[in-house]
């Protein structure tokens, strides 16, 4: 091979490697690819809006948009309520709102509803779902439920619960 077509060669090789490198997805390491639970702490939300056990999710932060996917549907029970996340939860964030939410529904005195929307109001947290709405205090929402047994899991729920899914 002559220098000119060993050089030719060259040239269409590193082109080659510039292309695949500029159209393939990026390695991130952690730091540049948090977890869902940090997207809600940036966005001023508490990482407990979210249950145990998020395997994945999609944000385009341009517009907002986002998706969370989780293995199962989880429920659970919280005092009066029963919450239920789908195994996609969709909608829209923003800071200090989650908004045109979709896969969250709530159970209240026997009536499922959609949560709607979720706002940080300073020290609450506002739930609506769209006819009504609730406050509660931020420090409820210091710990992530788990499936199935909420904030109440003992060993041996959580026990039972990972034999008879």
Same mark, same amino acid.
Not at 23 to 38: C, G, I, L, V
Not at 106 to 115: A, D, G, S
């Given at each position: 091979?002559?220098?000119?077509?060993?050089?030719?060669?060259? !040239? @269409? +090789?590193?082109?080659?490697?510039?292309?695949?490198?500029?159209?393939?997805?990026?390695? /991130? @390491? $952690?730091? %540049?690819?948090?977890?869902?639970?940090? *997207?809600?702490? #940036?966005?001023?939300?508490? *990482?407990?809006? +979210?249950?145990?056990?998020?395997?994945?999710?999609?944000?385009?932060?341009?517009?907002?948009?986002?998706?969370? /996917?989780?293995? $199962? !549907?989880?429920?659970?029970?919280?005092? +009066?309520?029963?919450?239920?996340?789908?195994?996609?939860?969709?909608?829209? !964030?923003?800071?200090?709102?989650?908004?045109?939410?979709?896969?969250?529904?709530?159970?209240?005195?026997? *009536?499922?509803?959609?949560?709607?929307? !979720?706002? =940080? =109001?300073?020290? $609450?947290?506002?739930?609506?779902?769209?006819?009504?709405?609730? %406050?509660?205090?931020? %420090?409820?929402?210091?710990?992530?439920?788990?499936?199935?047994?909420? +904030?109440?899991?003992? =060993? &041996?729920?959580? &026990?039972?619960?990972?034999? #008879?899914?």
């Amino acid at each position: 091979m002559d220098s000119a077509t060993l050089l030719k060669f060259l !040239i @269409s +090789l590193a082109s080659t490697l510039y292309l695949i490198l500029i159209h393939s997805n990026p390695a /991130y @390491s $952690d730091d %540049e690819h948090p977890t869902p639970y940090d *997207v809600l702490q #940036n966005y001023y939300f508490p *990482v407990s809006l +979210l249950p145990e056990g998020v395997i994945g999710y999609d944000l385009d932060n341009t517009t907002g948009k986002f998706t969370v /996917y989780l293995n $199962d !549907i989880c429920s659970f029970s919280e005092g +009066l309520y029963k919450l239920k996340y789908e195994t996609t939860v969709k909608g829209y !964030i923003s800071k200090g709102k989650l908004s045109s939410l979709e896969g969250v529904s709530v159970k209240f005195f026997h *009536v499922w509803m959609n949560i709607v929307e !979720i706002l =940080r =109001r300073g020290n $609450d947290i506002e739930f609506s779902v769209g006819v009504g709405k609730a %406050e509660f205090p931020i %420090e409820y929402f210091v710990k992530s439920p788990q499936c199935g047994c909420g +904030l109440n899991c003992s =060993r &041996r729920q959580a &026990r039972k619960l990972m034999e #008879n899914p």
